[in-house]
C-alpha cells in the first residue's frame, strides 16, 4: 500500500511565511529610504532614469542613415553656417514662434546654452516660475518661455546662435544663457585629446567624413557600440518585463550592472574618436584641426576662458542694441571640488573623458573669478556653481548632467534673478 506524502509541518510553513514577509518588508523599506535619500523609488523611476542616462550616450553613435533615433538626438552630423554643427533643427520650435504674427507683443524669455541649459529649457516651458509669469502679468504681458539651447553648444557658438536667430528677424525680449562646462571641460578635450583647436565645435571632426578612419578597425568599434547599446536597452527591457525594477534590491543589482554598461560605452567612444580623427595618417589637417594653437593645459583654459567671457560680453551688447534684457548663469557641474557632497549613486557613475575632470579642476575657479570680473563689467551674472555644496542627496545622473530634482532646483535658484532681470526697475 502506498504511503501518504508527509504533512509538512505548521512550524515550517510559518517559517517561510515569516521569511517572505520579512523579505518583502525589507524591499519596502529600501525604496522608501531611496526615496528619502531623493533616488528613484519605483520601477517607473528606476526605467526611466537608466533609460535617460542611456539617451545622453546616443551621440556617441555613429549615424548608419536609420531613423530610428528622433532629429533631436541623432548625434553630430549636419553644417551650420553659424554655429558650425547641429544635431538637431530648431527642437524648441523657436524660429516657427517667431514666424507667427499672432505672437507679437508677448514676453518670450529665450533660454540658451548646451545640454544642461536644454534640460532647463524643457523644465521652464513645462513649469513657468509662478513668480515669472506674475510679474509679466503685472507688467501687462503673456509669458511666453522658449527653448534655444543645444547640446555640446560652448562659445563663441552661443553668441553666434544669438545673431543668427537676431538676423533672422527674431526679437525675444529676454535672453537666459546658461553654460560654463563645456566651456572649459569640452574645450579642454578637443584641444588635448582631439588635436583641433578647442574653440571649434564639439564634434566637428564627425562632419568631415572624408576624413574618417577605414577598415577593419573602425568597423569594429561601430559595431561594438551598437552592441553594447543594444545590449543595455535589452536589459531594461527585460528587467521591466520581468519584473525586476519592482524589487529596489533587484534594481539596484541592474544599475550596477548599467553602469559596467556605460563604461564600456565610454571606452569605446574614445577608441572611435582616436580612429575616426585619422591621427594614423600623420599632421595637421588645417580644414580639420583649424589654426596653430598651443596645447599646453594652462594656454588651452585660457583659449576657453577667453571666449567664454567674450561671448558673454558680445551677447550682452546684441542683447543691449536690441533692448533685449539678458541674466548669464554659470552652472554647476558635479566634479568642480567642494561643489558638493558626493552620493553613493553619484560616487559610482562612471568617471567622464579624463581631460573633461583636468578641464574643470582648472577651469571653474577661473571661470568664477572671469564671473566676477564680467559682473564689473555690467554683465548680470548669476554664479550658481555652489548651488548644491550643502545638498547630499542625489541631483546628477551623470558627470555633468542634473537629474530632475536639479534642474528643478536651478530653476528656483534663477526665479528670483530671471524676474529681476526681466521686470525690475533697472533695464
Sequence with gaps: MPQLPHRVPARYLLALASALLTALLADRCLWFWRARAGLPADAAAVEGALRQRLDRLADFMPRTGDRERSEASDGVTRLHPYTGIEAGFDEGRVLAHFRDPSNAGKFELLVMGGSVAVHLGDFLVARPPEALKAAARAAGRELVLLNFAHGGFKQPQQANRLLYLLSLGAHPEAVLELDGFNEVAVAFEIGRDFGIHPLYPYGWQSVLPERLASGQERLRVIAALFSERERLTGLLDRSLARGWLRSAVASRWIESRFNLGLARLQALRAERVRLELG?????????????????????????????????????????????????????????????????????????????????????????????????????????????????????????????????????????????????????
Design 279 to 427: 591621427r594614423e595618417q600623420g599632421g595637421p589637417v588645417p580644414e580639420r584641426d583649424g589654426p596653430p594653437f598651443d596645447a599646453a593645459p594652462a594656454a588651452l583654459i585660457e583659449t576657453a576662458l577667453g571666449a567664454w567671457e567674450q561671448g558673454s560680453l558680445a551677447m550682452q551688447a546684441l542683447c543691449n542694441s536690441h533692448g533685449i534684457r539678458y541674466l548669464h548663469a554659470l552652472q554647476p557641474t558635479l566634479h568642480d571640488p567642494g561643489a558638493k557632497p558626493m552620493h553613493e549613486r553619484e560616487r559610482a557613475i562612471p568617471l567622464p573623458p579624463e581631460a573633461w575632470l583636468e578641464g574643470v579642476r582648472l577651469g571653474y575657479p577661473r571661470l568664477r573669478e572671469r564671473g566676477a570680473a564680467l559682473r564689473q563689467r555690467g554683465v548680470r551674472l548669476v554664479d550658481a556653481t555652489g548651488l548644491f555644496a550643502g545638498e547630499p542627496a542625489e541631483r546628477y545622473y551623470d558627470p555633468c548632467h542634473l537629474n530632475g530634482e536639479g534642474i528643478r532646483d536651478l530653476a528656483e535658484h534663477l526665479t528670483g534673478p530671471l524676474v529681476e532681470a526681466c521686470f525690475g526697475a533697472e533695464r
